[in-house]
């Protein structure tokens, strides 16, 4: 397996916090364009009850197995969900 990236909840450095809100936000993207039944899913809410790194990497692993233009899909909208809102005028969409 690769290495996972560093963006979303797999960025180093990320408060616990913060990567419990990414995880639960990219959880519900794959939800929605995926389905809850799909392992990305169980894989993403183990995550967020075991901070431990074998967690996170089997959540990567689910993400790498799905079609290429669906993952595509969940990681833009996770993309614009965590960008930075600091610019002024940012609105949602």
Same mark, same amino acid.
Do not use: K, N, Y
């Given at each position: ?55 996170? !990497?089997? +959540?990567?692993? *689910?993400?790498? =197995?799905?079609? &290429?233009? %669906?993952?595509?899909? !969940?990681? +833009?909208?996770? *993309?614009?969900? =965590?960008?930075? &809102?600091? %610019? ?6």
């Amino acid at each position: 397996m690769d290495r996972p990236d560093q963006f979303g909840p797999w960025m180093q450095g990320l408060d616990p916090a913060e990567r419990l809100a990414r995880l639960r936000s990219l959880r519900a993207l794959v939800q929605l364009l995926a389905g809850p039944d799909h392992p990305l899913c169980e894989a993403l809410a183990q995550a967020e009850v075991d901070p431990t790194d074998a967690a996170a !990497i089997e +959540a990567w692993e *689910a993400l790498m =197995t799905m079609p &290429t233009l %669906r993952r595509r899909r !969940i990681l +833009a909208s996770l *993309a614009t969900l =965590t960008r930075s &809102t600091t %610019r002024q005028g940012v609105s949602c969409g």
